[in-house]
């Protein structure tokens, strides 16, 4: 079945055609105004909102995924990276990489008046996706912003929680419902 699978969804990605390479050289830089624009977001999240803080927060999620594709040796799509990954090919870049690499390098920067979050994604039957969120410190994740350069090979994509394509939930929690149905147990209510 593993055989069949992977070059099952290669081909599903193919035909999807979101198996575009990445510029040569690697993604590239945020376009200008890009960092500000998610500052600003992340300033409008409430009061209280360090605007320094959502400054270097906007850059390090613009900037370090950069170095992470870099170190990934990012030089594909994202799913045939996953594929390389998954066959030994490359030692790291699927989604949850990302996600922990993201979420630590910003725990890094010691925030004041926002958190970082981990949250999981069922993004179709079977597969999930990882990322990494901010907010308001004090706020619950879904009131603030995904910060996820997985989707784009290393070039940060990031929207409101409620507003992205994928529900996202905490991951803890996702990670504490697997634990409990392995168990044989049944989520609590």
Same mark, same amino acid.
């Given at each position: 079945m593993t055989r069949f699978l992977t070059p099952f969804l290669l081909l599903v990605c193919l035909l999807l055609g979101a198996c575009t390479a990445p510029p040569p050289g690697g993604p590239q830089p945020p376009a200008s105004g890009e960092i500000a624009a998610l500052a600003a977001s992340l300033r409008a999240l409430g009061p209280g909102v360090d605007p320094e803080e959502?400054?270097?927060?906007?850059?390090?999620?613009?900037? #370090?995924?950069?170095?992470?594709?870099?170190?990934?040796?990012?030089?594909?799509?994202? #799913? !045939?990276?996953?594929?390389? !990954?998954?066959?030994?090919?490359?030692?790291?870049?699927?989604? %949850?990489? %990302?996600?922990?690499?993201?979420?630590?390098r910003l725990r890094q920067e010691s925030f004041r008046t926002l958190t970082v979050h981990r949250a999981i994604a069922q993004s179709f039957p079977g597969f999930e996706h990882s990322t990494s969120v901010i907010s308001r410190r004090g706020d619950p994740m879904q009131r603030g912003i995904v910060v996820d350069p997985w989707r784009a090979g290393g070039r940060l994509f990031w929207s409101p929680v409620l507003r992205d394509d994928y529900v996202w939930r905490p991951r803890m929690e996702v990670l504490a419902e697997k634990w409990l149905k392995r168990q044989g147990g049944a989520p609590a209510p």
């Open positions: 959502a400054e270097r927060a906007a850059r390090v999620s613009f900037l #370090y995924p950069l170095a992470l594709a870099r170190s990934y040796n990012i030089t594909d799509s994202p #799913y !045939v990276h996953n594929v390389k !990954v998954n066959n030994g090919q490359r030692a790291r870049g699927l989604c %949850w990489h %990302w996600a922990e690499d993201m979420e630590l």
